[in-house]
Each structure stands twice: as C-alpha cells, then as structure tokens.
C-alpha cells in the first residue's frame, strides 16, 4: 500500500493544491451577477427583477388583533366577552372547533369606524 489518498489531518491546503481549489479570477462562483442594463433596446443581458407582494392575513389571532388595535390583548377578550368584536370559529371534525381566538380584520375596521362615530356625535 502507497499511502492514503487523502493528506495529513487538519485543514486542508489552500491554492492549486488543496481540496477545493480556488476558482479563477473573474469566476463567480455560485452566485448571478446583477446586470446594469435594465434592457430598453440594450445590447448587453437584461437583469431580471423579482418583486414578491406580502401576502397580508385577513384573520388575526389575538396578538394580532390586540396589536392591530393597539390595546392590550386583555381588552380584545373583553370586548369579544361583551359581544362587540366577533369572533372566527373553526370548525374541526367530529363537532369541534378550532380553539385559538381569530377575528376578523374587516370587524377590527368596522369596529375602528364605529368609535370614529361616536367620538364626533358628542
């Protein structure tokens, strides 16, 4: 046997020589370059850009909600205890229901307007 194939232990050489050798100048390696020509009859390569929306719940739990509103999440049960803000139930199998408090954005909203309302009334 000639020896092993694989070095001394330890970290591994760097240069031309080691594991992973280095790649040469001008190489990207695993990476895109972004373009400069943002392509309106350019010649050179379009870059492409990608926008990704937010993707916003309309359910909120009752953090949420509570942060939404800006109170504290005592007074969000209070008021869905007191029957003004309601609340999402839903349904699970074999007569059940989902037990974590949602409610919906659009009441937290109608609920915002109806205190605007009494506000200017008085």
Known sequence: MLGSRRGKPGRPKTGERGIFPRPDRGQN?????????????????????Q?????TPRLLDLGGAAQYLAVSPWTIRALETQGILP????????????????????????????????????
């Open 87 to 122: 609340r999402i139930r839903i349904p699970l199998p074999h007569d059940g229901e989902l037990r974590k408090l949602l409610f919906d954005k659009q009441d937290l909203d109608r609920l915002i307007e109806c205190w605007k309302e009494r506000l200017t009334h008085v």
């Open 51 to 55: 926008t990704v929306a937010p993707c």
């Open 29 to 49: 390696v695993g990476r895109t370059a972004a373009s400069e020509h943002v392509g309106s009859g350019d010649d050179g390569p379009a870059a492409v850009i």
